[in-house]
DNA sequence: TTATAAATTGTAACCGCTTACAATTGTCTT
DNA sequence: AAGACAATTGTAAGCGGTTACAATTTATAA
């Protein structure tokens, strides 16, 4: 029923082969008849079958994007800059939540090869994620978003992360300067490499400082509310006597700040919290939280970039781009006011 | 490269037509043949390659997603249901974020288009939106999610949305029968349906209750922080003496409490607030917002699933399925304090 | 046992586009 | 004006499946 190629040579008086050439901007078409197809492709208002030429080209334009969970603002703002990135070139992205399941995300990658995807971008990935091994080694192209991993076997990868361990050091770094001595550190799960990365950050900044970490005051959870509110409990009502919580995401310092509201206290005044992400929940909740920025959207859009540059072949594999972090001040911490030692 | 039909129809001494006929598991093969090509397949771990069968089949168990920006929590949880769904049916989601731009849309449809997907899923659409009424003229199958059309010229339409008159009446009512007399409304853009609905229901509540509206107190706007902020500072300062407002999206009620923290009151002691939605950020703000829920989620679940079925012929077409709305009662709204009348 | 219907399998055209190679046309030299 | 070469265009074979139709095999009935 659509216009296909056959009806515009069929109008055009010429071979399917040249409206081919015209399609794909091809040289070797005279100025003459190239004007002559596209004015045919005008009236009969015709668009090439997507699905038809990637089945030569194996191209089809089309992304996958594998992120845990699109109802985070985190990955949500990735996804966006992935988007805008794909739109600006001509991609499109087919969106996949794998609620870090590792089983998930390989049922998706198999799924999307069949659909002769061009590349992946992949921000689920763990310390040492198998499925994207596999990958690598069939060559597949893709990138990896926000989230390193931790072997590639040597083989290369396109890599978009933030400067973590600046981010962990800053955040610990802005809580020793308002005199806190007992910081605790709520991370993520290990096998994420980012927590690894910031818990580093923070013990450097702890250790430049002379300050000794409490053992029981650093804890790995799950990235969530919850997590931040059950563990903050718990260290407030351990030996570690903290006066500030430094988590490793922003949902997790949510929970710590209801945890100590919870426990009658205040933020900042009684507890300071500094959190990491910089979503949009940071100025929304109450008080203002300090964070530390990860430029999400940037990240999502560069990783496109980096991926479809090398899809075309305008580049190589093997980079890391590593974006800077920053701490934005709002309200969550203030200067410690026990200070024992005064 | 990869195995394909002529490999297993070479491997499983039949024709390629037998083992296409296992894939689609059509009647017509002996149970013994079957298993045989069954078996050759997975030694030689094949997976069909869908672009090929695409074109002839014209599916491609794929589906396009409309959005306006998948950074608002309220569209990230409509997605996250639709790509619930389509993930249960084994369907893939291209998520496009058209930012409210009606050119933006109608460029991802032809280009969706092109790519054969079989489906839209359009969260994006207008009071009158010229870019649906063509798909249901063109017979696209296609589900309305979360905003109705006004007009589909007769044609039949899948919508699926939440019962937006009583979502506006519940918490117009709510905040009457806390004593509030003069209440305020903010809505969304006027383009948009469901912000006529909410308005509807308002009205009815505060006609109900023999309250009048004051026309400065309401206004349409564009369902962001900001709006809610300047609103609210302008009513404020206006003549109308609110002591209470209905915004009809959560980011609109925060931009009014942040009004009213800006102007030294309090919420809810000065001024109540009642948003809409129910996304994540309502519980993070501070106080927590009292608002209307819809169950996005479920919205984006049960849009997908009705387009799907659709798709498989197993149903018609011209359904349309409200959800229900039910007032989520936090901290942002209480008694009101400055009953002239008592 | 044989004719006939039913079940199974194979052949080949087609989906819409790309591209290697061949054929044709045009341009430039001498 | 003929030959050599470049530019343009066409032919036809895929890409990896689907499917109408024909061919073959098997089951059933007389």
Redesign the interface.
């Known amino acids: 029923m659509p216009v296909t190629i056959y009806d515009i040579a069929r109008e055009a008086r010429v071979s399917i082969a040249t409206v081919s050439r015209v399609l794909n901007n091809s040289s070797a078409v005279s100025e003459k008849t190239r004007l002559r197809v596209k004015k045919v492709m005008e009236q009969l208002n015709y668009?090439?079958?997507?699905?038809?030429s990637?089945?030569t080209k194996k191209s089809?334009?089309?992304l996958g994007?594998l992120i845990p969970?699109?109802?985070n603002?985190f990955f949500?703002?990735l996804?966006?800059g992935v988007?805008?990135a794909s739109?600006d070139f001509g991609f499109?992205?087919?969106?996949?939540?794998t609620d870090y399941s590792s089983d998930k995300e390989a049922t998706y990658i198999?799924?999307?090869?069949?659909?002769?995807i061009d590349g992946f971008i992949i921000s689920s990935a763990y310390y040492n994620d198998q499925n994207v091994i596999e990958l690598l080694k069939a060559n597949v192209p893709l990138v990896l978003l926000g989230r390193d991993i931790d072997d590639s076997e040597g083989l290369p990868v396109d890599v978009v992360v933030s400067n973590n361990v600046k981010g962990g050091y800053i955040a610990a770094k802005y809580l020793i300067d308002l005199g806190h001595e007992n910081i605790a550190c709520l991370l993520g799960p290990p096998r994420i490499k980012v927590n690894l990365e910031r818990e580093k950050g923070y013990l450097k900044a702890m250790e430049e400082a002379g300050l000794k970490v409490c053992p029981e005051a650093v804890g790995y959870g799950d990235f969530k509310i919850d997590f931040g509110f059950k563990k903050t409990l718990e260290i407030l009502k351990g030996p570690c006597k903290s006066t500030a919580i430094f988590a490793a995401n922003d949902l997790t310092a949510?929970g710590a700040m209801r945890a100590i509201k919870f426990l009658g206290l205040q933020v900042p005044n009684d507890i300071s919290v500094v959190g990491y992400d910089n979503t949009?929940?940071a100025e929304?909740?109450?008080p203002p939280l300090t964070t530390v920025n990860q430029q999400m959207?940037k990240m999502g859009y560069i990783a496109t970039e980096l991926l479809i540059k090398r899809i075309k072949g305008e580049r190589g594999v093997g980079e890391k781009i590593v974006l800077d972090t920053e701490l934005v001040i709002r309200k969550s911490a203030s200067k410690c006011k026990n200070v024992d030692i005064l």
């Open positions: 668009t090439p079958n997507v699905i038809a990637a089945l089809t334009l089309t994007l969970d699109i109802a603002p949500a703002e996804a966006r988007e805008d739109s499109n992205i087919i969106m996949c939540n198999s799924l999307l090869k069949q659909k002769s949510i949009m929940l929304m909740v109450d959207r």
